[in-house]
């Protein structure tokens, strides 16, 4: 049987603000298929954020395991969980996405050298050109339109072809058409196998995923949504 693209089990992650304790995650527990698209809403201060960096080993729960295209990422030495996220999974952001110091297509290269796979020039302009920026890899960051920069981003955030893609509301700054634009890039990975998971008031967001689940005060609950 293939393991799912990500797994987690029994999550819990609690955080002390002067004598109290706050449990931002209470025992979550979620499966993704190698190309499902999930959409998880809640409100603000849901837990959303915490639970997406514990998924991609940027946190890690004081409670509960992660597995990422079957091998557990939670309980390692951060170069580890580093080596496998450089791999594994691509993160996509709402801002910051990208270093400013370098070009498009030198951030793209820089991912890729991260996880260790190689590209020449065709592969990057490929990248570029299936996110509708062919001709655009020389410029920075700086130079690019706000509809511009997200389609980079995403780019880069799958430089390393990952197993799983984390995106934590990368649409909320977004037009309408340019939101379009990026949900029908993410549709498209997602046809192609990667595991989508977003974090996302946005409707837009919902509609188009497969399944949506519903994060609040900490517990995470099935709307039966798709």
Known sequence: MTAPAIRAERLFRFFHSGDDEVLALRGV?????????LALTGPSG???STLLACLAGLDEPDGGNVWIAGRRITRRPEPARARMRARHIGVLYQAGNLLEHLTVAQNIRFVRR??????????VAARLDAVGLGG?????????SGG????????????NDPAVLVADEPTGEL???????????LAARAAAGTAVLVASHSRAVTRAADRVL?????????????
């Open 214 to 226: 519903h994060l609040r005060d900490g517990h995470l609950l099935d709307t039966g949504e798709r």
């Open 46 to 48: 849901s837990g959303k």
């Open 148 to 159: 511009q920069a997200a389609r980079a981003a995403l780019a880069v955030a799958l430089a």
């Open 114 to 123: 991260l996880a260790r796979l190689h590209g020449d020039g065709d592969d």
């Open 175 to 185: 037009d309408e058409l340019t939101e379009r634009a990026v949900l029908g890039l």
């Open 136 to 144: 655009r890899g020389g410029a920075l960051p700086g130079e690019l």
């Open 29 to 37: 527990s979620l499966h993704l298929a190698a190309g499902e698209w």
